[in-house]
T-cell receptor, first 113, second 113 residues
Framework: DQQVKQNSPSLSVQEGRISILNCDYT??????FLWYKKYPAEGPTFLIS?????DKNEDGRFTVFLNKSAKHLSLHIVPSQPGDSAVYFC????????????FGTGTRLTVIP | DADVTQTPRNRITKTGKRIMLECSQT?????MYWYRQDPGLGLRLIYY???????NKGEISDGYSVSRQAQAKFSLSLESAIPNQTALYFC????????????FGEGSRLTVL
């Protein structure tokens, strides 16, 4: 069972416009959420996170929004740049003893110059 | 040089063969992880280790074993490889317990024929 879901496998956006990547989760015990970015032939790199006590976290062009009641989070990139083209993974943290991360299936973002 | 190094980067092997994927890190982190990535499934946790004497099974440990030879080294073994173990394997480390912020290696692509 996929506890973290990214229903859009791909997204194309024009340079300078907003990119919105979505993520849904099923386990209400998740209380910390992260986005990772992955370029081809590289490992994922941490991008931004949010605690469940917040509904928004911003870091430069990147903002993550959390809607706990809907079990939904989103990543906004404004303005989008060609260098943002990558696969983005949503992840949720299980803060029991293992601190295990549960990853979504990823969304491939293409920013068109 | 990468902080988290995986070898080999690519490997093709045959069903029934024993294969070892190695991970070494220069970050001085105690926590190390092995994940596998499959198309449409995201990243799933195979094994993790919080220190040299600590080994724990993850979500999909069947068919795999690990060895934590030192703080800096964490190896993943497939005792008898099978085709459905064809995947991209990632090693990750962290010193940020409870945050989900992992530092990933570049990945090892394994093909089992």
């Amino acid at each position: 069972d996929q506890q973290v879901k990214q229903n859009s496998p791909s997204l194309s956006v024009q340079e300078g416009r907003i990119s919105i990547l979505n993520c849904d989760y099923t386990n209400s015990m998740f209380d910390y959420f992260l986005w990772y970015k992955k370029y081809p032939a590289e490992g994922p790199t941490f991008l931004i996170s949010i605690s469940s006590i917040k509904d928004k976290n911003e870091d430069g062009r990147f903002t993550v929004f959390l809607n706990k009641s809907a079990k939904h989070l989103s990543l906004h990139i404004v303005p989008s740049q060609p260098g943002d083209s990558a696969v983005y993974f949503c992840a949720a943290l299980d803060q029991t003893g293992a601190n295990n991360l549960f990853f979504g299936t990823g969304t491939r973002l293409t920013v068109i110059p | 040089d990468a902080d988290v190094t995986q070898t080999p980067r690519n490997r093709i092997t045959k069903t029934g063969k024993r294969i070892m994927l190695e991970c070494s890190q220069t970050k001085g982190h105690d926590r190390m992880y092995w994940y596998r990535q499959d198309p449409g499934l995201g990243l799933r946790l195979i094994y993790y280790s919080f220190d040299v004497k600590d080994i724990n099974k993850g979500e999909i440990s069947d068919g795999y074993s690990v060895s934590r030879q030192a703080q800096a080294k964490f190896s993943l073994s497939l005792e008898s490889a099978i085709p459905n173990q064809t995947a991209l394997y990632f090693c990750a480390t962290t010193d940020r317990a409870g945050t989900g912020e992992l530092f990933f290696g570049e990945g090892s692509r394994l093909t089992v024929l």
